[in-house]
Nanobody
Framework: EVQLVESGVGLVQAGGSLSLSCAAS????????IGWFRQAPGKERAGVSC????????RYPDSVKGRFTVTSDYAKNTVYLQMNSLKPEDTAVYYC???????????????????WGQGTQVTVSS
């Protein structure tokens, strides 16, 4: 397992933007598939983006496609989640997660990851 630390706690109005970062305590992020998830009260943890370790390809569910973007900076061992056009329904605790060699089609299911950050609250007001 690797240690992951998210940052970017935010309160933003609907339509605004917020960026989250996830720093990893491994020598290199290379070889790890990274996922971003969120969990609202009473709901299951859901994937909002992932990046493959093999070719850096990304995936997004329809609920955030076109609004969220995941990027990485291997020199800083950090992955980012840029969130634009935020909606009140985006309010949740956001987590980053990692799994070694996740494959070319990165997974958006939480049970496929074995390392997790502590989570950070994102609140979007209407």
């Amino acid at each position: 397992e690797v240690q992951l630390v998210e940052s970017g706690v935010g309160l933003v109005q609907a339509g605004g933007s917020l960026s989250l970062s996830c720093a990893a305590s491994v020598f290199t992020f290379n070889g790890y598939t990274i996922g971003w998830f969120r969990q609202a009260p009473g709901k299951e943890r859901a994937g909002v983006s992932c990046m493959s370790d093999m070719d850096a390809s990304t995936r997004y569910p329809d609920s955030v496609k076109g609004r969220f973007t995941v990027t990485s900076d291997y020199a800083k061992n950090t992955v980012y989640l840029q969130m634009n056009s935020l909606k009140p329904e985006d309010t949740a605790v956001y987590y980053c997660a990692a799994v070694p060699r996740g494959g070319s089609l990165c997974p958006l299911r939480h049970w496929q990851y074995n390392s997790w950050g502590q989570g950070t609250q994102v609140t979007v007001s209407s």
